[in-house]
């Protein structure tokens, strides 16, 4: 992992490489004279409080895809609303896709506010037992994160770790950007800070592009050291309303997310077919599982809550 800091001068060479305190980029940094001397920069000071507010958090587990608009924000909710259906559990979406956060979207709460007390601020809630925080709820204008530079989007995510009062948690769900950008690498480096965290779940859909990027996220994972709790495949099939006849949308020629998993030794956790009631229901804020208790898809999210949760320790 880069041991370069956030906040860090351009060409910074990283705080234990054998050139820090010395290289050119070293001027002006005000962590110069202690990493010359081979102490590093001073500890984060904000480490204890991200560690103090994830302390009650019992699960933390990311959502990862490689490539947009695969399905992870609709995993990441539906996953969520699955979880809480156990009226005993306190679950928690943390919307970290700064540059399309949809959460608030999905739930229904897209003209909620967030309010700042001198706890913090407060998530919004969905039902009694699911809150959610979003980037999108502290964006003045939507389009302003897409032009941020890595190190704004980082002090972002930062604010976001050490800022929230979620209260008892037992699963967090973490909506990140797709990809494994330098946001990936903060979030990461500051979550594993604050304690373990139990795995990722990463959403691909069954097309070689998709696929590929996949190989991308389990790299990252495995550098990271974040273990993997499974794949999940997405838009795999459509199944037509009237006849039934199913209808493979992406016909692959590898064997598509099943022999990925395969190669690679990883759990495909669960195949999601299109269905266009849930993307209806997304988009309209609604609960899936309140219009459409009895489908097969509302079925298969509480299966992989299940298979998650069997997961976790
Ligand atoms: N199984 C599905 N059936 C129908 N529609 C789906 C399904 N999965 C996702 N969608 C729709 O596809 C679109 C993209 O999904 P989503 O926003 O979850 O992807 P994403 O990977 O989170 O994208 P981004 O990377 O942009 O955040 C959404 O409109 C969503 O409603």
């Not at 302003?144 to 037992?170: S, T």
């Amino acid at each position: 992992m880069s041991d370069v800091p956030d906040d860090a001068n351009a060409g910074c060479p990283g705080t234990g490489s054998a050139g820090a305190g010395k290289a050119s980029g070293c001027a002006g940094c005000p962590n110069q004279g202690s990493c010359a001397t081979g102490q590093g920069p001073p500890p984060d000071a904000d480490v204890p409080k991200i560690q103090d507010r994830f302390s009650r958090i019992k699960h933390k587990i990311l959502i990862l895809s490689g490539k947009g608009g695969v399905g992870k924000s609709t995993l990441t909710s539906n996953l969520a609303r699955a979880l809480a259906s156990d009226p005993s559990k306190q679950v928690a979406i943390l919307d970290v896709d700064i540059c399309g956060p949809s959460q608030p979207r999905m739930m229904g709460v897209e003209d909620e506010e967030v309010h700042n007390s001198a706890d913090g601020w407060t998530p919004v809630g969905i039902q009694p037992n699911l809150t959610l925080m979003s980037i999108a709820f502290l964006l003045g204008d939507k389009n302003d994160a897409v032009i941020w530079r890595g190190a704004r989007k980082n002090g972002m995510i930062k604010q976001f770790l050490k800022d929230v009062d979620w209260g008892e948690v037992d699963y967090l769900l973490i909506d990140t950007p797709p990809g494994t950008s330098d946001e990936h690498i903060s979030l990461v480096q500051f979550l594993l800070q604050a304690g373990p965290l139990d795995g990722a779940l990463i959403v691909s859909t069954p097309q070689e592009v998709s696929l590929l990027d996949v190989r991308k996220e389990v790299s990252f994972c495995v550098k990271t050291k974040v273990p993997i709790l499974g794949v999940v495949e997405n838009m795999a099939r459509f199944v037509c309303p009237n006849c039934a006849h199913t209808t493979l949308l992406f016909p692959t020629s590898t064997g598509g997310a099943e022999q990925m998993c395969k190669d690679s030794n990883l759990e495909l956790l669960a195949q999601l077919p299109l269905e266009p009631a849930l993307a209806k229901a997304l988009d309209n804020g609604e609960d899936f599982f309140e219009t459409n208790p009895d489908s097969t898809l509302a079925k298969s999210f509480l299966d992989l809550a299940e298979k998650v949760k069997a997961k976790l320790v």
